[in-house]
């Protein structure tokens, strides 16, 4: 519940902060436009008449000055000063180094005392 909660927060927010409010707005005044001009005209005069832009409706000339109002604002700028605190450099004196030692192996096997085992008996 709470995971889909959240990414339905994100996608709106996703879309305000991409404009997509407006585009919203704008096509509910397109869809109310066509319902209004369908009443006196045909379909495609009314789609014809909401299109061409010599009538606009209210709602369309309040999208239209929000979007104005919204490229004229100049984003912040945010300007922030670091400052660090570096530590002291020192130097890291290299690996001392030592002569690899390995256990002498002999090549010589040792000669076998002790007899393999005789077999178990077959069972009959």
Same mark, same amino acid.
């Given at each position: 519940m709470? !995971?889909? @909660?959240?990414?339905? @927060?994100?996608? !709106?927010?996703?879309?305000q902060?991409?404009?997509?409010?407006?585009?919203? @707005?704008?096509?509910?005044?397109?869809?109310g436009?066509?319902?209004?001009?369908?009443?006196?005209?045909? !379909?495609?005069?009314?789609?014809?008449?909401?299109?061409?832009?010599?009538?606009?409706?209210? @709602?369309?000339?309040?999208?239209?000055?929000?979007?104005?109002?919204?490229?004229?604002?100049?984003?912040?700028?945010?300007?922030?000063?670091?400052?660090?605190?570096? /530590?002291?450099?020192?130097?890291?004196?290299?690996?001392?180094?030592?002569?690899?030692?390995?256990?002498?192996?002999?090549?010589?096997?040792?000669?076998?005392?002790?007899? /393999?085992?005789?077999?178990?008996? !077959?069972?009959?």
């Amino acid at each position: 519940m709470f !995971l889909r @909660l959240s990414r339905v @927060l994100v996608l !709106l927010a996703a879309v305000q902060i991409l404009g997509g409010h407006w585009a919203a @707005l704008q096509t509910a005044a397109w869809i109310g436009m066509v319902a209004n001009y369908t009443q006196t005209d045909s !379909l495609g005069a009314a789609i014809a008449k909401t299109f061409d832009g010599a009538h606009p409706c209210v @709602l369309c000339t309040v999208v239209k000055k929000g979007q104005a109002e919204e490229q004229k604002q100049e984003p912040v700028k945010i300007v922030l000063k670091t400052e660090a605190v570096l /530590p002291p450099i020192f130097a890291v004196p290299p690996p001392r180094s030592a002569p690899w030692k390995f256990v002498s192996v002999s090549r010589r096997a040792t000669a076998r005392t002790l007899s /393999p085992p005789t077999p178990p008996p !077959l069972a009959a």
